[in-house]
């Protein structure tokens, strides 16, 4: 069983930048993917970015590429996402989440372990 908590939200104002966590626990697997969603009030839970644990391949959403980077540090079991250019639409609970790596995992559906989430805020 993994554990996931997130931290590192905010209230930020529209360009700016901030830095999200997910610490990791219990037992992990090397060939975990871990990857970042967000939820809205009232939309969808969406897919950001995700990242293999060991081999640190990332893939984005067209909507964050260029502006977000997904990143970890195996050391510290911990995955980041470091968000740059942030816009008031960014505007969510961020969830971080880990499955078994398999292809270019973008789906709710395909992810067996969840955190907590953590509120992101942009003002314009």
């Known amino acids: 069983q993994v554990q996931l908590v997130e931290s590192g939200g905010g209230l930020v104002q529209a360009g700016g930048s901030l830095r999200l966590s997910c610490a990791a626990s219990?037992?992990?697997?090397?060939?975990?993917?871990i990857g970042w969603f967000r939820q809205a009030p009232g939309k969808e839970r969406e897919f950001v970015a995700h990242?293999?644990?060991?081999?640190?391949?990332?893939y984005y959403a067209d909507s964050v590429k260029g502006r977000f980077t997904i990143s970890r540090d195996n050391a510290k079991n911990t995955v980041f996402l470091q968000m740059n250019s942030l816009k008031p639409e960014d505007t969510a609970i961020y969830y971080c989440?880990?499955?078994?790596?398999?292809?270019?995992?973008?789906?709710?559906?395909?992810?067996?372990?969840w955190g907590q989430g953590t509120q992101v805020t942009v003002a314009s």
């Open positions: 990242i293999t644990w060991s081999g640190a391949n990332t």
């Open positions: 989440a880990g499955v078994v790596a398999r292809w270019r995992p973008t789906e709710v559906r395909e992810y067996d372990y």
């Open positions: 219990g037992r992990t697997f090397s060939d975990y993917t």
